[in-house]
């Protein structure tokens, strides 16, 4: 079983909302990963998790928060987003940290819509 | 770092027929290349992948072909059926410790 899911599948939120998506694995990865993703452009890296520990953060905005509780669930807290903000995030997982070359699985997605 | 350079951008083919998504890259030391397919309102489902020690990998209608002296890998679908409409991106992951980096995507339209 390869499945990432995530929740909520759709949002929307006014600009001085603050709202949480979350991303759950049950495969025994130990990397988790958010990406956001535009229209017809390709995911872009926005934070990774190793052994829950946070260990790439790629100049990600503020407003953007991420948690690792455990090794299986990884949240994203936002607040004070902006319309631009808008976009397919995804979650994705692998066996192993970044230190090694593993499969990558992403979830479904949350599409947010900032208003 | 690492950049992935993927074309076409679009590709329309009759079912039946074959399709190539070519990708190269840009640094020597990257070592791992998967391919993802992703459909409309859903998340990226990794296809095939190939490490740097193998120059090819089949997985029934699908493989993907590497030349690591020309720094360019290969999807490669046979015998297209509709359901393989969909957007696909290559991606490389560079040296250790460093994130996948993906290709712009290939659209494939598969008509019958």
């Known amino acids: 079983d390869t499945e990432v899911t995530q929740t909520p599948k759709h949002l929307v939120m006014g600009m001085t909302n603050k709202k949480s998506l979350k991303c759950e694995q049950h495969?025994?990865?130990?990397?988790m990963y958010w990406y956001k993703q535009k229209a017809k452009k390709p995911p872009e890296l926005m934070f990774v998790y190793s052994y829950e520990k946070l260990s790439i953060n790629e100049s990600v905005p503020s407003r953007f928060s991420p948690e690792c509780p455990n090794s299986s669930l990884l949240n994203l807290h936002l607040h004070a987003l902006q319309p631009e903000d808008s976009a397919l995030y995804l979650c994705?997982?692998?066996?192993?940290?970044?230190?090694?070359?593993?499969?990558?699985?992403f979830g479904p997605g949350t599409r947010l819509t900032v208003t | 770092g690492e950049n992935v350079e993927q074309h076409p951008s679009t590709l329309s083919v009759q079912e039946g027929d074959s399709a190539v998504i070519k990708c190269t890259y840009s640094?020597?030391?990257?070592?791992?290349f998967p391919w993802y397919k992703q459909e409309l309102g859903k998340g990226p489902q990794l296809i095939i992948d190939i490490r740097s020690n193998v120059g090819e990998k089949k997985d029934q209608r699908i493989a993907v072909t590497l030349n690591k002296t020309a720094k360019h890998f290969s999807l490669h679908i046979t015998e297209t059926q509709p359901e393989d409409s969909a957007v696909y991106f290559c991606a490389a992951r560079g040296q250790a410790g460093t994130a996948l980096i993906f290709g712009k995507g290939t659209t494939l339209s598969v008509s019958s």
């Open positions: 495969m025994g990865h130990r990397a």
């Open positions: 640094d020597s030391a990257s070592n791992y």
């Open positions: 994705a997982s692998s066996q192993r940290g970044t230190s090694a070359y593993y499969e990558q699985y």
